[in-house]
């Protein structure tokens, strides 16, 4: 991708259901220009727009974080069977003690107790496992884009930020549930399409979408991958912070350009932050300029990823992002 497809992938990142006249306003550019990009990037699987459930708030899963470890020789066999799960969001092989990483969306907690104890342990090649769950996410990918664009244009496309009192779970009613099914299948999909196939009219769809993201219960994402981005290092980082400056540490690094993902976890490590940057340099740099400086850090291991299987419900073949999983 040249200078102007990141400028657009970044743009759409922001407001992933903006319009081609939307994006061309803010970043400058022709509406026919941007449509004809971003039309071929999507058609060429460089780029999907889908839709991410809050979790926690929405009652749609309890996300969780799985480290494993393999038989030699066997980390692409076992990295296809844990891509082949429905709730499986994300598959990554990684450098380090473990082998892959994997974060499950089991319905409950006991749907995850099972996973573990039985589901997972019966995959050929699989060793070990340790598990990490989420209690609460700082930021998560739907809401990261490439830093390609000005304060400006980041304020002319990003919807008004939500309030801060939103409750920890809200739910979703039947026909919510059906219309974030339709938006984790396609993200842009219109709000006549959406009024079509669910029987409502144009209004009611476009009100109950808006509802929807507004109230952040479901997150639209455009998915691409970093390294067609000019980031070509991706790194996980599991860090052990003092519990009193747990909440203060995970908002600042939500902040960082560079954090893809920050949450908090159980397990030996309580916060889990996924970054992507151009070179290893950069990354030395967040390591000693970023975290080197937030003094409730005791400890930090840091693990690259090497490969994505999957993403966001959504299978890899090479950098290119096929269709969410059936």
Same mark, same amino acid.
């Given at each position: 991708?040249?200078?102007?497809?990141?400028?657009?992938?970044?743009?759409?990142?922001?407001?992933?259901?903006? &319009?081609?006249?939307?994006?061309?306003?803010?970043?400058?550019?022709?509406?026919?220009?941007?449509?004809?990009? =971003?039309? @071929? $990037?999507?058609?060429?699987?460089?780029?999907?727009?889908?839709?991410?459930?809050?979790?926690?708030?929405?009652?749609?899963?309890?996300?969780?974080?799985? %480290?494993?470890?393999?038989?030699?020789?066997?980390?692409?066999?076992?990295?296809?069977?844990?891509?082949?799960?429905? #709730?499986?969001?994300?598959?990554?092989?990684? *450098?380090?003690?473990?082998?892959?990483?994997?974060?499950?969306?089991?319905?409950?907690?006991?749907?995850?107790?099972?996973?573990?104890?039985?589901?997972?342990?019966?995959?050929?090649?699989?060793?070990?496992?340790?598990?990490?769950?989420?209690?609460? *996410?700082?930021?998560?990918?739907?809401?990261?884009?490439?830093?390609?664009? *000005?304060?400006?244009?980041?304020?002319?496309?990003?919807?008004?930020?939500?309030?801060?009192?939103?409750?920890?779970?809200?739910?979703?009613?039947?026909?919510?549930?059906?219309?974030?099914?339709?938006?984790?299948? #396609?993200?842009?999909?219109?709000?006549?399409?959406?009024?079509?196939?669910?029987?409502?009219?144009?209004?009611?769809?476009?009100?109950?979408?808006?509802?929807?993201?507004?109230?952040?219960?479901?997150?639209?994402?455009?998915?691409?991958?970093?390294? =067609?981005?000019?980031?070509?290092?991706?790194?996980?980082?599991?860090?052990?912070?003092?519990?009193?400056?747990?909440?203060?540490?995970?908002?600042?690094?939500?902040?960082?350009?560079?954090?893809?993902?920050?949450?908090?976890? &159980?397990?030996?490590?309580?916060?889990?932050?996924?970054?992507?940057?151009? %070179?290893?340099?950069?990354?030395?740099?967040?390591?000693?300029?970023?975290?080197? @400086? $937030?003094?409730?850090?005791?400890?930090?291991?840091?693990?690259?990823?090497?490969?994505?299987?999957?993403?966001?419900?959504?299978?890899? &073949?090479?950098?290119?992002?096929?269709?969410?999983?059936?």
């Amino acid at each position: 991708m040249d200078v102007l497809d990141r400028r657009l992938v970044a743009a759409l990142q922001v407001s992933p259901r903006a &319009s081609w006249g939307e994006i061309g306003r803010a970043v400058g550019e022709h509406e026919r220009t941007v449509a004809r990009r =971003l039309q @071929r $990037l999507i058609a060429d699987g460089v780029v999907r727009v889908t839709a991410i459930y809050d979790d926690l708030r929405t009652g749609h899963g309890r996300p969780a974080h799985l %480290h494993v470890q393999v038989r030699p020789g066997t980390a692409a066999q076992v990295a296809r069977s844990l891509t082949d799960r429905r #709730d499986t969001r994300s598959v990554y092989a990684l *450098t380090g003690a473990a082998d892959l990483a994997c974060e499950l969306v089991p319905p409950s907690r006991q749907d995850l107790h099972t996973i573990l104890s039985h589901d997972i342990s019966e995959i050929d090649g699989v060793l070990q496992t340790q598990t990490q769950v989420v209690l609460h *996410t700082f930021t998560t990918v739907a809401e990261w884009h490439a830093p390609f664009l *000005t304060e400006q244009e980041v304020a002319e496309l990003r919807p008004a930020p939500p309030p801060h009192d939103l409750p920890d779970e809200d739910g979703l009613s039947p026909l919510e549930k059906e219309i974030a099914e339709l938006l984790a299948a #396609d993200g842009r999909a219109a709000f006549t399409t959406i009024a079509e196939r669910l029987d409502l009219s144009v209004p009611t769809a476009r009100r109950r979408v808006g509802s929807l993201i507004d109230r952040r219960l479901l997150l639209p994402r455009a998915e691409v991958e970093p390294a =067609l981005l000019g980031l070509e290092v991706e790194a996980m980082l599991w860090l052990k912070v003092r519990p009193y400056g747990l909440g203060e540490t995970g908002r600042r690094l939500a902040e960082h350009p560079n954090v893809r993902y920050c949450a908090a976890t &159980s397990g030996t490590h309580s916060l889990i932050v996924q970054v992507a940057v151009a %070179h290893e340099a950069d990354l030395y740099r967040f390591m000693t300029d970023v975290l080197g @400086r $937030l003094d409730e850090i005791t400890d930090s291991d840091l693990t690259l990823i090497t490969r994505a299987y999957k993403r966001g419900h959504l299978h890899k &073949s090479g950098l290119l992002t096929l269709e969410k999983t059936p």
